[in-house]
């Protein structure tokens, strides 16, 4: 008898299985998602934890490599990426060269004089050979830097810059008032004499002014062209701010911001009178 019944049990639920098996599947799985999806998310983040640390176990040394390969790899991009904009600035300033009305000789600079690397002349690396003579103009796309200063040697040449105390240059605001445009000495702040590079720059002063000009902080300061020594029209700088005048005074007195750092420059352009390979007598 408890055969029959078993036989006939098991009969009953192939029947209903057969015939409900699709519902049932899907009551058999919703009721039990609760339980599948905490198990799901307990196993998974112990799977990803454990694979993690197994993993930085087994490729640590490979990863440490892979790290260091990328640093390289990002240190020579940007290299690369120096290079290219210092190849178009340089691309800019031959450019800018070829349309002066007089040969600019392109001149590396070889050493920066005095602390800061400012004070008081630059070295280059262009002398008699490529034409270059005392008081030829050196400048850089963006205005002036100063002149050459007598003792050109063959392939060698040093700088006069306009931020020099003895440098003195004829210069005007366009439309407003003519002066004379002083280098300045710069402020040593160190505290002693054995820390040049402390060496502060000081602003150009522009004495001289007309006691009634409109002068104001931005406007431009060009060459006036007089002196025999620097033409007319190249940008010294810009006035920085406006001494106030004593009540005695019959001029006005201004502060410059010279548009080229000396400090900075890599290559600079001398417009040279002579032609390559002729020196002036005594310059050899």
Known sequence: MRRFVVIVLVCAAAVLFFRF?????????????????????????????????????CDGPVREAQ??????????????ERALRENDDLRAALDWARRQPVRAVAAPVWAHGGGMGVWPRLTL?????????????VVVPEGLVGRVAPGVSRHMCEVVLISDPACRIA?????????VVFGMQGEDAGESPDE??????????????????????????????????????????????????APGDLFLEAQVLPVADPALL???????????????HGER
């Not at 931005?218 to 810009?238: A, D, N, Y």
């Open 171 to 179: 210069a005007e605001i366009p439309g407003v008032t003519n002066g």
């Open 196 to 245: 040049p590079l402390l060496y502060a720059a000081a602003p150009l002063d522009f004495r001289f002014l007309a006691r009634g000009a409109d002068v104001r902080s931005g406007q431009e300061i060009r060459t006036e062209g007089s002196g025999g020594i620097f033409p007319r029209g190249l940008l010294i700088g810009h006035v920085a701010a406006l001494k106030p005048p």
């Open 266 to 280: 890599r290559t600079v352009f001398v417009l040279a009178k002579a032609p390559a390979g002729e020196a002036s």
């Open 67 to 80: 790290s260091d390969e990328v640093e390289r790899l990002c240190v020579m991009l940007g290299e690369c």
């Open 125 to 137: 690396g262009v002398g008699s050979a490529q034409g270059v003579a005392a008081n030829d103009i």
């Open 21 to 57: 098996g699709t519902a049932i599947r899907a009551f058999c799985s919703e009721a039990s998602y609760p339980f599948r999806r905490t198990a799901a998310r307990l196993g998974g983040e112990f799977s990803s934890r454990f694979g993690a640390a197994w993993r930085g176990f």
